[in-house]
C-alpha cells in the first residue's frame, strides 16, 4: 500500500479567498511560481519554475469554494508528477478555512519525493501566507531560496 503526499493547513482566510489563490493566474503567482492559463474546470495551467518548459496540469475540476483538482499531464524537469493528482479541498471552519491538500500519486516510491515533501511543505505555507496577508512566498522569493540552501 503506497501514502500520497498529505497535509493539511488551517488557514485565517474565508474559502472564497483561498479558492481565488488557487485558481486565478494572479493568486497562483502569488504563491507558488508564475503560471498561465485558466484555473477553471476544464482548463489548462502551464506552471513555469526554472526549467525552460512548463509543469502542465489540466484543471479537471474548480467547485467554487470547496474543490480544487488538477491532473499533471506534462511536466519535463519533473516526469514523475505526469498522472498524479493534486487535489485541495477546501472546509469552512468558522470564519477559517481548513485546507486538506493531497497529491494523489506523489508517494516514497518515487524519486522526487524528498525534493517534492519539502518543496509542498513550503509552497502550502506560502498559500496560507498569501490568503491570510497578500504576500507569499513563491518559486524565486527569498524566503524560498532561503529554503533550498
Do not use: Q
Amino acid at each position: 500500500m503506497t501514502s500520497d503526499y498529505c497535509k493539511t493547513v488551517s488557514i485565517d482566510a474565508a474559502p472564497d479567498t483561498v479558492f481565488d489563490a488557487l485558481t486565478t493566474v494572479t493568486g497562483l503567482g502569488a504563491w507558488w511560481t508564475r503560471v498561465t492559463g485558466t484555473g477553471d474546470t476544464g482548463g489548462e495551467l502551464r506552471f513555469f519554475f526554472s526549467h525552460p518548459d512548463p509543469c502542465v496540469m489540466r484543471v479537471d475540476e474548480a467547485t467554487r469554494p470547496s474543490l480544487v483538482r488538477w491532473t499533471v499531464t506534462s511536466c519535463d524537469f519533473l516526469p514523475d508528477w505526469v498522472g498524479t493528482r493534486p487535489t485541495f479541498t477546501l472546509v469552512p471552519a468558522g470564519d477559517a478555512t481548513e485546507l486538506r491538500f493531497r497529491h494523489h500519486g506523489l508517494t516514497a516510491e518515487l524519486e522526487c519525493i524528498a525534493m517534492c515533501t519539502r518543496g509542498w511543505n513550503h509552497f502550502t505555507e506560502s498559500l496560507r501566507a498569501y490568503a491570510e496577508s497578500g504576500v507569499g512566498m513563491p518559486s524565486g522569493s527569498p524566503a524560498d531560496l532561503a529554503r533550498r540552501r
